[in-house]
């Protein structure tokens, strides 16, 4: 089992920057076996796919809607992953889940094992 906790949101004006960070922990856990990924869901919406993250960190995957503005990173020593978000908009507004799967890197959920409980990013115009 491996135990998921985001921090990090808040609200914001449009423009700012948030960083939200997962903290990993199980039992003979690995955490640089397990890819890493960030969700999001606003009201309404479905869950979407915001980025992802290799369990060596060197490989990186992101959404179209927030390349370039956000950034994935992880600390294999700290069992944390982070996404630094710039550039915030309205439309970034949602609860935000960081993810874990063994092994390889995907942008679907569904194949994600392990969830976190969510942290709320509100972006204020």
């Known amino acids: 089992q491996v135990q998921l906790v985001e921090s990090g949101g808040g609200l914001v004006q449009a423009g700012g920057s948030l960083r939200l960070s997962c903290a990993a922990s199980?039992?003979?856990?690995?955490?640089?076996?397990?890819?890493m990924a960030w969700f999001r869901q606003a009201p309404g919406k479905e869950r979407e796919f915001v980025a992802a993250?290799?369990?060596?960190?060197?490989?990186?995957y992101y959404a179209d809607s927030v390349k370039g503005r956000f950034t994935d990173s992880r600390d294999n020593a700290k069992n944390t992953v982070y996404l630094q978000m710039n550039s915030l908009k309205p439309e970034d507004t949602a609860v935000y889940y960081c993810?874990?799967?063994?092994?390889?890197?995907?942008?679907?959920?569904?194949?994600?094992?392990?969830w976190g409980q969510g942290t709320q990013v509100t972006v204020s115009a």
């Open positions: 993810a874990a799967r063994l092994f390889a890197t995907t942008t679907q959920a569904g194949t994600y094992n392990y």
């Open positions: 199980g039992r003979t856990f690995s955490f640089s076996n397990y890819a």
């Open positions: 993250i290799s369990g060596s960190g060197g490989t990186t």
